[in-house]
């Protein structure tokens, strides 16, 4: 199966600090999701971006195809956004997601 | 819209007993599938089901979990004998079948087992 890798592991933000996230595939995937872990454990799904690029508010996401790598913005960080940061894709043969390790984002007041 | 759910919530058993975890996926969402994140590991693909039928258990760890999903509406994973390895949080995903392959996943169950 695929290897994903995520950088950082850990990241601590001021508050109104920008950031950005990297997900690298070790192979070619057709479904890349972004997730954030909120603090009650729920995975809340950010984007689905298998190509190009994608924003919703103070978030983004760039994924380069071509070069296996995804990348998650994120502009003026508030406390909220504090959690644990993962990317999943799938390869064309499978169904299944394969996730990274994740980020664990802290955003101080 | 309702999200997936999956009960119950928090679960904690001995090692031995049985536990059966339930998944309602999203409406109108024939696939569903099971992953978990035991302590400290990554999160883990299980098994894959389209309606009722299974269409990839390639990630089950062993003979002690049976997926169930009968009629191809809600899903049920049975763990017997639960081992301490067993520990961790299960979660269940639906996506619709088709090109946009979006997966959404449940809150998940906490499973401990002591």
């Known amino acids: 199966g695929i290897q994903v890798e995520q950088s950082p592991p850990d990241l601590i933000l001021q508050e109104g600090a920008n950031s950005t996230l990297r997900c690298n595939f070790s192979d070619s995937v057709n479904n890349l999701q972004w997730f954030h872990q909120n603090p009650w454990g729920q995975l809340i799904n950010l984007f689905y971006i298998p190509s190009g690029t994608k924003q919703n508010g103070r978030l983004s996401a760039t994924t380069v195809a071509t070069e296996r790598y995804s990348l998650l913005y994120i502009s003026s960080s508030q406390t909220t956004d504090s959690g644990v940061y993962f990317c999943?894709?799938?390869?064309?043969?499978?169904?299944?997601?394969?996730f990274g390790g994740g980020t664990r984002l802290m955003v101080k007041p | 819209e309702a999200g997936v759910t999956q009960f119950p919530s928090h679960s904690v058993i001995e090692k031995g007993q049985t536990v059966t975890l339930r998944c309602d996926p999203i409406s109108g969402h024939d696939n569903l599938y099971w992953y978990r994140r035991v302590m400290g590991k990554e999160i883990k693909f299980l098994l894959h089901?389209?309606?009722?039928?299974?269409?990839?258990e390639s990630g089950m760890p062993n003979n002690r979990f049976l997926a169930e999903r009968t009629g191809g509406t809600y899903s049920t994973l049975k763990v017997q004998p639960a081992e301490l390895e067993d520990s961790g949080v299960y979660f269940c995903?639906?996506?619709?079948?088709?090109?946009?392959?979006?997966?959404?996943f449940g809150p998940g169950t906490r499973l401990t087992v002591t």
């Open positions: 995903a639906s996506s619709q079948v088709g090109l946009v392959y979006e997966q959404y």
């Open positions: 089901f389209v309606k009722e039928s299974k269409q990839d």
């Open positions: 999943a894709g799938r390869v064309n043969a499978g169904n299944m997601l394969t």
